[in-house]
């Protein structure tokens, strides 16, 4: 049989074998062995595809007879309802018959994300929700959804490393995923109903974006790089100025950093205007940038071609996207630091909205240029609406204006 059977032990493994270690049938027949319960799992390649995958099974006999249904099926993706989950012969509804499997699950719930043609980068973060779900359920031996339970949506919060509010997001998707499959009857059971996010996820934090003087020690920094040098074969060559433009056009637009890393001269820049993105109404929406930056972009395009910010032949926003994060501005990040707030690449776009705001741009129009709704404006940059404090400070002056004003005694 072309499929390699083991015997994966977890944690809570009886024999106190190490998490993720293995053993193999011929081992354990071995005097002296100690027997845990462990799921056993297979491995190989079908269709063209290498997975490791449990086969829900502890027993090696009962193991082998499903690894070789796959084996004579040469599909991963085939249905073999545990024992347990046999349809009984006096009952033909539709809560009788074998449960989901995990894969299937994820791979509807994901179909279901992509049909509502959310963008991209959201939609990247549910395939690393559904990513991580998968290695879970692969740890435990899980092979139908119905598996799960409530003691493993606890684990699973438990194995999250993200911040408080990225694990609150990310609670949001597995409860979204949850209800996905209450509503086809997949799961008896809301097992995720009783997890809450981490204190404070639903604190409300000003944006940061960067001050003036930040901004002016970042130019300084991309000085002190210099001009191109050549790291090694499959490199770009990439300097100081390089850098610069790249924040110059972050800063004066607005725009992602994986637009940016994208930004295509030929179809987004037209005179002084820059192309942002559709308007609600249907009609592109522009902003627009200064000629000495247009000068800079134009001769860029002249050596760089239309893409004027690629790394080598790659097309990928994300791979573009780390490029630049992780190593040209994160370099200059390092030489102009520190700062206050963490130097990230997406502050040059509250530093946009932080610059129209301190020139009296109005909110609804400002809104409108970074893509948001008013009431986030509202919410997260208040600090630099113009006129907030003065409107405030005049309705309290108002409302305590006609109140007795008591004598103010010296006290000895």
């Known amino acids: 049989m072309a499929l390699q059977l083991y015997r994966r032990h977890r944690l809570e493994c009886e024999a106190k074998r190490p998490e993720d270690s293995r053993s193999g049938q011929f081992e354990e027949g071995r005097r002296g062995w100690k027997r845990c319960s462990c799921f056993i799992h297979v491995s190989g390649t079908l269709d063209g595809k290498f997975r490791r995958q449990s086969t829900g099974y502890r027993t090696w006999d009962e193991a082998k007879a499903k690894a070789a249904t796959w084996d004579k099926a040469g599909s991963w993706f085939v249905e073999i309802p ?34 509502r043609e959310i963008k991209p980068s959201t939609l990247a973060k549910y395939q690393t929700f559904t990513k991580q779900l998968r290695a879970y359920c692969d740890r435990q031996g899980y092979v139908y959804i119905d598996q799960l339970g409530v003691l493993d949506m606890d684990c699973f919060y438990g194995t999250w490393k993200d911040g408080i509010r990225g694990k609150a997001k990310k609670l949001e998707r597995l409860k979204s995923f949850i209800k996905f499959c209450l509503k086809r009857k997949w799961l008896a059971e809301d097992i995720a ?16 974006p960067f001050e003036d003087d930040e901004l002016r020690r970042i130019y300084d920094a991309c000085d002190k790089i210099g001009p191109p040098t050549k790291p090694g074969a499959g490199y770009r060559e990439w300097g100081g100025e390089d850098v610069k433009d ?37 009609k592109p929406l522009f902003t627009w940038i200064p000629d000495w930056l247009v000068a800079r972009l134009l001769a860029r395009k002249k050596t760089q071609g239309s893409r004027i910010f690629r790394c080598g032949v790659t097309q990928n926003a994300k791979q573009l996207s780390d490029i630049w994060r992780n190593k040209r501005l994160k370099k200059v990040f390092k030489l102009a630091g520190p700062f ?24 609804p129009d400002v809104a409108e240029l970074i893509g948001d709704s008013e ?38």
């Not at 707030?341 to 705001?357: C, G």
């Not at 609406?385 to 002056?397: A, D, E, N, V, Y």
């Open 82 to 115: 545990l024992p347990s989950q046999q349809p009984q012969p006096a009952e033909h509804s539709e809560t009788a018959t074998a449960g989901t499997a995990v894969e299937t699950a994820l791979q509807a719930f994901l179909t279901k994300c992509a049909n």
């Open 246 to 282: 790249f924040i110059f056009l972050s800063v004066y637009t607005g725009l992602r950093i994986s637009d940016v890393a994208l930004f295509d001269v030929s179809k987004r820049l037209k005179g002084n205007d820059v192309f942002l993105r559709m308007h609600k109404t249907g």
């Open 340 to 363: 206050e707030e963490k130097a990230t690449p997406h502050r040059f776009r509250h530093t946009f909205a932080r610059i129209l705001l301190e020139k009296g741009v109005p909110v």
């Open 375 to 412: 009431a986030m404006v509202r919410k997260y940059y208040a600090k630099w609406i113009p006129g907030r404090q003065k409107r405030l400070t005049k309705i309290l002056q108002d409302a305590f204006a006609d109140k007795p004003t008591p004598r103010i005694v010296a006290i000895r």
């Open 193 to 208: 109903s009783d997890l809450e996010p981490p204190v404070g996820a639903s604190e409300i934090l000003p944006k940061s």
